[in-house]
T-cell receptor, first 118, second 115 residues
Framework: NAGVTQTPKFRVLKTGQSMTLLCAQD?????MYWYRQDPGMGLRLIHY???????AKGEVPDGYNVSRLKKQNFLLGLESAAPSQTSVYFC?????????????????FGPGTRLTVL | KNQVEQSPQSLIILEGKNCTLQ??????????LRWYKQDTGRGPVSLTI?????NTKSNGRYTATLDADTKQSSLHITASQLSDSASYIC??????????????FGKGTKLSVKP
């Protein structure tokens, strides 16, 4: 099993350009998440999905869009990149909850995408 | 406001020594607390998950403790190895009436283990 994979690993954009980050998981997880990690800050949730065809906003959703057309894939789009979106982006996935307790589901993270917007 | 504070920000220890990392949180109501290890340039990897009813959990040389009354957790690393050099992130999950609460991440403690 590859777990959670992300493409690309690195990308440099100019202000105003668009791009899509791809996340794929092979663990048959229902939930998927996109986070950003900035220096001196904890990971912050951008968007998440609780199942195929559903998405929801997280803590910092502005400037990003997402889609979950297939259960194993979660796409993060930047329509018009800004320097403030320079960050490391992590995708994660989790099951509904193996112990039956709500919220007790381990999240598995991908290796990250380092994005620089000039 | 729900927050997770970690201390120290960074720590340098010699190989073979023990260390303890601290986490204080104000998240309420509380579902569970997790510790993650993040190597440089990689994604976080889960070390332990504890619910409010658990007060200790071990994973090899890593032992996490939780005091839900004082809202404090610690991660103790025994007999440190060079491979323990990483950031350690404390993460708290709120509990909202039966629904999954979005995780709240601390800023992490950067641990360097020197030979």
């Amino acid at each position: 099993n590859a777990g959670v994979t992300q493409t690309p690993k690195f990308r440099v954009l100019k202000t105003g350009q668009s791009m899509t980050l791809l996340c794929a998981q092979d663990m048959n997880h229902e939930y998927m998440y996109w986070y950003r990690q900035d220096p001196g800050m904890g990971l912050r949730l951008i968007h998440y999905s609780v199942g195929e065809g559903t998405t929801a906003k997280g803590e910092v959703p502005d400037g990003y869009n997402v889609s979950r057309l297939k259960k194993q894939n979660f796409l993060l789009g930047l329509e018009s990149a800004a320097p403030s979106q320079t960050s490391v982006y992590f995708c994660a996935s989790s099951s509904i909850g193996t112990s039956g307790r709500v919220g007790y589901n381990e999240q598995f993270f991908g290796p990250g995408t380092r994005l620089t917007v000039l | 406001k729900n927050q997770v504070e970690q201390s120290p920000q960074s720590l340098i220890i010699l190989e073979g020594k023990n260390c303890t990392l601290q986490c204080n949180y104000t998240v309420s109501p509380f579902s569970n607390l997790r510790w993650y290890k993040q190597d440089t340039g990689r994604g976080p990897v889960s070390l332990t998950i504890m619910t409010f009813s658990e007060n200790t959990k071990s994973n090899g040389r890593y032992t996490a403790t939780l005091d839900a009354d004082t809202k404090q957790s610690s991660l103790h690393i025994t007999a440190s190895q060079l491979s323990d050099s990483a950031s350690y992130i404390c993460v708290v999950s709120p509990y909202y009436g039966g629904s999954q609460g979005n995780l709240i991440f601390g800023k992490g403690t950067k641990l360097s283990v020197k030979p």
